[in-house]
């Protein structure tokens, strides 16, 4: 696995923006912590993979900032050998997941980007907690996709998975 070290420099090689790499930072701590709940509460979580994957979950934002940032950061990171549980979480972090329906409307390239494992649910659960550097509610989460006209099966698969993964939402 990488070092948190590596990661970040990976962000700034590849052109990430201060702003971007700030909110990289804040997603990684709000995972880890996330991740130690789960091993609390007995789940077993590679903190390192939670970490990395936080780190580096937004890499392709170097490149774009719409939907596609996912593929592009998973593209970037494969340049930088990063292990493939890492590019699983880049690919698969937005939002709640995006199903392969979701994925064929939005233009993204025709696959399944639902998290599937509980260090991908983590990051993404810990994006969605993150509104740049400023760690939100998840009911601040809801209002937010609320006001931006987001369809409620959307809202429901973010709080669907924050019960799933985040003690505090148990």
Known sequence: MISREEALQILKDEGC???VIRHCITVSDKAV???????????????S??????LL????RAKTHDMTHAIVGVKLAKKHDVEESVLEIIKRHIGAGVTKEEAAALGLPDDDYIPRTLEEKIVAH??????GTKVITLEKRNELLEENGADEDIIKRINDLAREIDPDYF
């Not at 912590?33 to 903190?47: F, L, S, T, W």
């Not at 979950?57 to 392709?60: A, F, I, N, T």
């Not at 810990?126 to 509104?131: E, M, P, Q, T, Y």
């Open 57 to 60: 979950h937004d890499l392709g």
């Open 17 to 19: 923006d201060e702003k």
């Open 49 to 54: 993979l939670v970490e990395i994957g936080g």
């Open 33 to 47: 912590e996330v991740a130690k709940k789960n091993i609390e509460i007995g789940r077993d979580v590679d903190i």
């Open 126 to 131: 810990a994006d969605n907690l993150v509104k």
